[in-house]
């Protein structure tokens, strides 16, 4: 049996959810964090030590600036009320990316959620927020400067400190990674979901851990 300390997640198809109910797409995205509060639920109910969330990502930017701010409403609102929960459930809350580019009220926000839960040791939940895996790589290559080797380079990385993810799993209909987590993906067990991220279930995670548990990992040898 596997050994599991990391899940990541590519939480696609919101929008398409809320477009198919006549809602638009915002709609979808409001009942994407309903998911993803479930999802941390069964997470620290079946005892996994990290989940990493891929929330919007560098090439997020273009989107429309309606459907952005509305996200970003979305974070500001939900880490400002559910704070104390957050911090009652022991949950420790981890940025991957650049927050430079947001307004100060989410960088305020995501830096004090940050701050406020630096110590709880129930499960960490990494937010890959304004990340891109080129970018990351790029700017970890640079710190690294003349010393390159696979232990300086990673300790460049947003993930520093971190496993790497044992399984990472897409909803959505599509088998792609779209700039997330490239290099801490290359022995990962990848599952690719049809349906759409608020149609994920706990069950469905469990179904997927099951099945991962059981998988021979071999990362090359025989
Ligand atoms: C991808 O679906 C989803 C996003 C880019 C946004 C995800 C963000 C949230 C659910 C908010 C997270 C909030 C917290 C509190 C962590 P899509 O819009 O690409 O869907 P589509 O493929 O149907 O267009």
């Given at each position: 049996?596997?050994?599991?300390?990391?899940?990541?997640?590519?939480?696609?198809?919101?929008?398409r959810?809320?477009?198919?109910?006549?809602?638009?797409?915002?709609?979808?995205h409001?009942?994407?964090?309903?998911?993803?509060?479930?999802?941390?639920?069964?997470?620290?109910?079946?005892?996994?030590?990290?989940?990493?969330?891929?929330?919007?990502?560098?090439?997020?930017?273009?989107?429309?600036?309606n459907?952005?701010?509305?996200?970003?409403?979305?974070?500001?609102?939900?880490?400002t009320?559910?704070?104390?929960?957050?911090?009652?459930?022991?949950?420790?809350?981890?940025?991957?990316?650049?927050?430079?580019?947001?307004?100060?009220?989410?960088?305020?926000?995501?830096?004090?959620?940050?701050?406020?839960?630096?110590?709880?040791?129930?499960?960490?939940?990494?937010?890959?927020?304004?990340?891109?895996?080129?970018?990351?790589?790029?700017?970890?290559?640079k710190?690294?400067?003349?010393?390159?080797?696979?232990?300086?380079?990673?300790?460049?990385?947003?993930?520093?400190?971190?496993?790497?993810?044992?399984?990472?799993?897409?909803?959505?209909?599509?088998?792609?990674?779209?700039?997330?987590?490239?290099?801490?993906?290359?022995?990962?067990?990848?599952?690719?979901?049809?349906?759409?991220?608020?149609?994920?279930t706990?069950?469905?995670?469990?179904?997927?851990?099951?099945?991962?548990?059981?998988?021979?990992?071999?990362?090359?040898?025989?």
């Open positions: 049996m596997n050994k599991l300390c990391h899940v990541a997640f590519i939480m696609d198809g919101n929008g959810w809320g477009k198919k109910r006549g809602k638009g797409r915002n709609f979808g409001l009942k994407g964090v309903e998911t993803v509060k479930k999802i941390v639920g069964a997470s620290i109910k079946s005892k996994i030590p990290i989940i990493t969330f891929y929330v919007f990502s560098s090439e997020n930017w273009e989107r429309p600036k459907e952005k701010n509305y996200i970003f409403k979305l974070i500001n609102t939900y880490f009320k559910e704070i104390k929960n957050i911090i009652k459930q022991g949950i420790k809350i981890n940025i991957l990316g650049e927050l430079n580019k947001f307004s100060s009220d989410i960088k305020l926000t995501l830096k004090k959620s940050a701050k406020l839960t630096k110590k709880n040791k129930k499960i960490v939940v990494n937010l890959a927020i304004n990340y891109g895996s080129k970018n990351e790589i790029i700017q970890a290559l710190k690294t400067k003349k010393n390159i080797s696979i232990k300086n380079f990673e300790r460049n990385l947003y993930t520093k400190n971190l496993p790497n993810p044992d399984i990472l799993i897409r909803t959505g209909g599509y088998q792609r990674l779209s700039n997330f987590l490239l290099w801490q993906l290359a022995y990962t067990e990848l599952f690719f979901l049809k349906k759409l991220w608020p149609d994920f706990p069950k469905d995670l469990f179904k997927i851990i099951n099945k991962y548990k059981k998988i021979n990992r071999n990362y090359g040898k025989i």
